[in-house]
């Protein structure tokens, strides 16, 4: 009972602070699909982005005297689709705009800049290194910092004005504090957690039960764990499309995989020999979007996730960063992308 008045408090909060309903988003625009081939003309920033020298700390110390709750580094590239899919969907919405502005403040940061930067804590290093350090794989990624500086969320990749719009609001109302944004996301939407139903088959998954253990004996081939639930429409546009293209398909096949349902309770052993199930790995993973596809290597190693929307471009070339070894010799995926020309 408590829990139910609690998600309600919590919906009805969340619709009064963004203006409407946080789930209601531009009719007819589809964020799971898209041109995600790198832009042909490079981005042009909005001018409401913070104007910064790159000292983070006198960003945040400037940000908290206007009363704001702290601030958002925004870590992008010129000629990223996902980027300008973030500025013209997420950032096109007036309430998201308006409530983003009024809490935080946004610094951009080009994770190939050789500008100099200082972070929070005074270490000066360049863009660049900054990025790599954060591990900002995928761009647009968003780190928010609250007033004392301490890291509350990180976004990796691009995500929907639902989950953007709950992010936002998970910092700015201090959520953060009290619990991961995974469980913010599940109480106040409960219908996240329904009965679970079919999911999307395909033909290279392999079939329970669920041991994938390689703590012990590697396995043949790197593994993929494809995290979806059911009534997911992102889900379906993975399967419908960047899934039905040849290439990637072949390049699926090569590997182990293994599809489960987010939030069910179908016994797991993980990759590491940890019994548990597919929700509560889900949950120690830090998931909260569908579809999640997390690739190991033969031993068991994280080697990359893709946690947010992807389509065929981003696709291709995580398989061919797997597929051709090259996390092997470059572990950052950007560098890596960089010099083969991904």
């Known amino acids: 009972m408590r829990i139910a008045v609690l998600a309600a408090m919590l919906a009805a909060a969340l619709t009064l602070s963004a203006g409407s309903?946080?789930?209601?988003?531009?009719?007819?625009?589809?964020?799971?699909?898209?041109?995600?081939?790198?832009?042909?003309?490079?981005?042009?920033?909005?001018?409401?982005?913070?104007?910064?020298?790159?000292?983070?700390?006198?960003?945040?110390q400037q940000a908290v005297s206007n009363g704001k709750q702290g601030i958002i580094v925004y870590f992008g590239q010129q000629r990223c689709a996902y980027c300008k899919k973030l500025f013209d969907v997420d950032f096109g919405l007036a309430d998201i705009l308006t409530y983003t502005?009024?809490?935080?403040?946004?610094?951009?940061?080009?994770?190939?800049?050789?500008?100099?930067?200082?972070?929070?804590k005074g270490q000066v290093l360049t863009e660049r290194d900054y990025a790599l350090r954060e591990g900002t794989n995928f761009t647009p990624s968003l780190i928010f910092y609250d007033a004392q500086g301490r890291e509350a969320l990180r976004l990796r990749g691009y995500y929907?004005?639902?989950?953007?719009?709950?992010?936002?609001e998970y910092v700015a109302d201090a959520h953060y504090k009290d619990e991961t944004f995974g469980d913010y996301l599940e109480r106040a939407d409960p219908t996240l957690t329904c009965e679970?139903?079919?999911?999307?088959?395909?033909?290279?998954?392999s079939p329970p039960p669920y041991?994938?253990?390689?703590?012990?004996?590697?396995?043949?081939?790197?593994?993929?764990?494809f995290f979806e639930q059911s009534d997911c429409h992102a889900c379906d546009v993975l399967h419908s499309e960047p899934l039905h293209e040849p290439a990637i398909h072949r390049?699926?096949?090569?590997?182990?995989?293994?599809?489960?349902?987010?939030?069910?309770?179908?016994?797991?052993?993980?990759?590491?020999?940890?019994?548990?199930?597919?929700?509560?790995?889900?949950?120690?993973?830090?998931?909260?979007?569908?579809?999640?596809?997390?690739?190991?290597d033969e031993r068991?190693?994280?080697?990359?996730?893709?946690?947010?929307?992807?389509?065929?471009?981003?696709?291709?070339?995580?398989?061919?960063?797997?597929?051709?070894r090259g996390y092997l010799a470059e572990p950052h995926y950007q560098l890596w992308r960089a010099s083969s020309g991904f």
């Open 21 to 60: 309903s946080w789930a209601q988003d531009p009719p007819g625009d589809d964020t799971s699909a898209f041109d995600d081939f790198p832009l042909e003309q490079p981005l042009q920033h909005p001018q409401w982005l913070k104007e910064s020298f790159l000292f983070l700390k006198d960003d945040l």
């Open 101 to 120: 502005l009024r809490h935080f403040d946004v610094i951009p940061v080009d994770i190939w800049g050789v500008e100099e930067l200082t972070d929070l």
């Open 160 to 168: 929907p004005p639902y989950q953007f719009r709950a992010a936002l």
């Open 196 to 205: 679970s139903g079919e999911l999307n088959p395909e033909d290279f998954f």
């Open 211 to 225: 041991n994938l253990d390689r703590s012990q004996i590697p396995g043949e081939r790197p593994l993929v764990v």
């Open 251 to 296: 390049g699926f096949e090569g590997f182990d995989n293994v599809q489960l349902d987010i939030w069910s309770d179908t016994p797991v052993v993980t990759p590491d020999g940890h019994r548990t199930t597919a929700k509560g790995w889900a949950r120690s993973l830090g998931l909260f979007y569908t579809p999640s596809i997390l690739f190991f």
């Open 300 to 324: 068991g190693h994280d080697i990359i996730r893709v946690d947010s929307v992807a389509h065929f471009y981003r696709l291709r070339s995580v398989l061919n960063y797997i597929t051709s």
